[in-house]
Every structure is written in structure tokens, then in C-alpha cells.
């Protein structure tokens, strides 16, 4: 089981803005700004009800190869979310659908974030 994941951004604020926009319907919203000290990078970091698991770093992005995938409670999520995503200034990789490839019931989501990760939202009905 994973703990907590750190992207690094071009563009701190940016990204704090966009992810604040793009999961807000998930619950899952800016829940810390910790400022680095001594060589510690600053960071966001998102979460819902006491966990705090995914947060942002500032410096060189290298999203090659990084595939994310979060958790919907149901198709209106994932499609609520692609909205968002895209009105916050994400670009659309599939938008959501059934991917029968995977298996049935698999309904998801993928968009590029303005630092060219690829973020999934998925409902596994």
C-alpha cells in the first residue's frame, strides 16, 4: 500500500491551483503548504479527511513515464472530474468511457496536467 506520492512541477503555484480545481469534487483539497527549510524543498500537499498523500515539489518536471491513478465513487465522478481537469487547464487523453480492455466496468479518464502527467480518475464498477 502506498503512503503518499511526490511530483515535481515547473510552477509551484500553478500546479497548487490546478489540482485544487481538478479534485475538489473528489474531496480531495490543498491540505498543507509546507514551507521547506535548510534544503527542503516547498510542497503542497493534498489529501482527504486526515491523510494527506499526494503532493507537489517545485523544480525540474520529468513526467515521462508517470501514470497516476485516483480513485471515483462512480462514473459522475470521473466525468466531473474531466470537466474540471480541462476548465483548470488540463488536455484531454480519453475521455471517460468504459474500457471493456481492462475489464467490464472499468470506466475512466485521462487528462495531462500542465506539467505532462498523466492523471487518471477511475470507477471500477
Do not use: C
Not at 485544487?20 to 527549510?37: E, N, R, V
Not at 505532462?116 to 464498477?125: D, F, P, Q, S, T
Amino acid at each position: 500500500m502506498l503512503d503518499h506520492i511526490i511530483i515535481t512541477v515547473s510552477d509551484l503555484e500553478r500546479s497548487g491551483a490546478f489540482y485544487t480545481t481538478a479534485l475538489k469534487h473528489l474531496d480531495i483539497k490543498l491540505s498543507m503548504d509546507f514551507k521547506g527549510q535548510d534544503g527542503h524543498p516547498d510542497l503542497k500537499g493534498f489529501g482527504k479527511d486526515n491523510s494527506i498523500f499526494f503532493w507537489l515539489k517545485e523544480g525540474k518536471s520529468d513526467s515521462n513515464g508517470v501514470h497516476i491513478g485516483f480513485v471515483a465513487k462512480d462514473h459522475a465522478d470521473v466525468e466531473t472530474f474531466h470537466k474540471a481537469a480541462l476548465a483548470a487547464g488540463a488536455k484531454s487523453l480519453y475521455a471517460p468511457r468504459v474500457f471493456p480492455e481492462y475489464y467490464p466496468g472499468y470506466f475512466a479518464t485521462w487528462i495531462i496536467d500542465p506539467d505532462g502527467y498523466e492523471i487518471e480518475l477511475v470507477h471500477k464498477g
